[in-house]
């Protein structure tokens, strides 16, 4: 048996749209991993998938932001779609931003073709903030070093004083 959502469930987006009106777009950002438990997969399966994202769309969120620890494989064992197309394929008016280790320009063309309108980049983005001259160029970002991290996240000097090398 598929997952079940209730309208109930979904209420909660026509509440907030509701509130801020167009000034905001109000989306989801949904993924199959948790905090705790980073290779969960939805137990259903693409059923799952398929009620899950129909449900995001029938509650008219702006945009689904889907994430993967790498965003072009697979979604479920034996099949061939990963989570963006599963969203792009069951909610296909709704924006779709994907995300999942996407900072190489062949990721990120995967994930455009997948079927997601936006590439959202996070350790990608944190090593390289020239991550659009670096794909405009060719050249291979630089690797995440979570040190940027240490002791706690907050703006390091470095990268206030960051300077393109182009
Ligand atoms: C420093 C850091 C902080 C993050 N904080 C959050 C967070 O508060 N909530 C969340 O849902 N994801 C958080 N993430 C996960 C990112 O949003 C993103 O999904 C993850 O890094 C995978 O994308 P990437 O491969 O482009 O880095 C964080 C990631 C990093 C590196």
Do not use: C, H, M, N
């Given at each position: 048996m598929p997952v079940e959502i209730t309208d109930a469930?979904?209420?909660?987006?026509?509440?907030?749209?509701?509130?801020?009106g167009h000034?905001?777009?109000v989306g989801v950002r949904i993924s199959q991993g948790k905090v705790n438990d980073f290779k969960n997969k939805w137990p259903g399966g693409e059923a799952d998938a398929q009620v899950i994202f129909?449900?995001?769309a029938k509650a008219e969120v702006d945009f689904i932001h889907?994430?993967?620890?790498?965003?072009?494989?697979?979604?479920?064992?034996?099949?061939?779609?990963n989570l963006i197309a599963l969203?792009?394929?069951?909610?296909?008016?709704?924006?779709?931003i994907g995300n999942g280790s996407l900072h190489k320009l062949e990721r990120a063309i995967d994930a455009l073709d997948s079927g997601a309108d936006f590439v959202f980049l996070g350790r990608g983005a944190l090593s390289n903030p020239d991550l659009p001259a670096i794909?405009?160029?060719?050249?291979m970002p630089r690797e995440f070093d979570d040190?940027?991290?240490?002791?706690?996240?907050?703006?390091?000097?470095?990268e206030l004083e960051f300077q393109p090398t182009d």
């Open positions: 469930e979904i209420e909660v987006v026509t509440v907030v749209k509701k509130k801020v000034k905001v777009p129909r449900a995001l889907v994430t993967e620890f790498e965003a072009w494989q697979p979604a479920f064992e034996g099949g061939q779609d969203a792009r394929k069951y909610a296909p008016g709704i924006r779709i794909f405009a160029a060719k050249r040190a940027i991290l240490k002791p706690i996240a907050d703006i390091k000097a470095s």
